[in-house]
């Protein structure tokens, strides 16, 4: 069955950055896009990006182009999202997505 | 940005009767295909989203035929038959039309 396996959370420093994993399983790993969608606490879903694991093509919410990066490693099937310069308005869960199925997400808190 | 406005914030239901959850959109999301891109989904407390319905009337798998989606190019419906406890949580609708993909502001659904 198709599973999206999430890197647990993380405690980073204003500033810094993080970088999040989501291993896939249970289908063709370069058939389907990826999405990213952030869900800060009590708050709805916001979509971040997106990318295509077999050519590496990705599309952005323009609110956070310059804040997320997409990358995947095909060999492992898995897919990466990273974000730079942490302030607390990043602190959230962080979601990997094929729309059909969720990872479990990943907490990120941003604190001194 | 397609906006998704949700209505009502909150609703209370006796179990086994009946509820319905509106989504409108600020733009159609019918595609030339043919294909309504509205999605319906459910994130229990604590829990990832789950997919319910997929193209504004079809029913994800293992999703009981209890619930519902309905719809024209803008008004959507999530109606839920018979409520039961596990239909506690918060329902938002989302548009995969186009980028950026976008989300209502969430229903919390709550047993009297």
């Known amino acids: 069955q198709v599973k999206l396996l999430q890197s647990g959370a993380a405690l980073v420093k204003p500033g810094a950055s993080v970088k999040m994993s989501c291993k896939a399983s249970g289908y063709t790993f370069t058939d389907y896009w990826v999405s990213w969608v952030k869900q800060s606490h009590g708050k709805s879903l916001e979509w971040i990006g997106e990318i295509y694991p077999n050519s590496g093509a990705t599309n952005f919410n323009e609110k956070f182009k310059g804040k997320a990066t997409l990358t995947v490693d095909k060999s492992t099937s898995t897919a990466y999202m990273e974000l730079s310069r942490l302030t607390s308005e990043d602190s959230a869960i962080y979601y990997c997505t094929r729309w059909s199925y969720w990872g479990q997400g990943t907490l990120v808190t941003v604190s001194s | 940005d397609i906006v998704m406005t949700q209505a009502p914030l909150s609703v209370s239901v006796t179990p086994g009767e009946s509820a319905s959850i509106s989504c409108r959109s600020s733009k159609s999301l019918l595609h030339s295909n043919g294909i309504t891109y509205v999605y319906w989904y459910l994130q229990k407390p604590g829990k990832s989203p789950q997919l319910l319905i997929y193209r504004m009337s079809n029913l994800a798998s293992g999703v009981p035929d209890r619930f519902s989606g309905s719809g024209s190019e803008t008004d959507f419906t999530l109606k839920i038959s018979r409520v039961e406890a596990e239909d506690v949580g918060i329902y938002y609708c989302?548009?995969?039309?186009?980028?950026?993909?976008?989300f209502g502001g969430g229903t919390k659904l709550e047993l009297k």
């Open positions: 989302g548009q995969l039309l186009e980028n950026p993909r976008t």
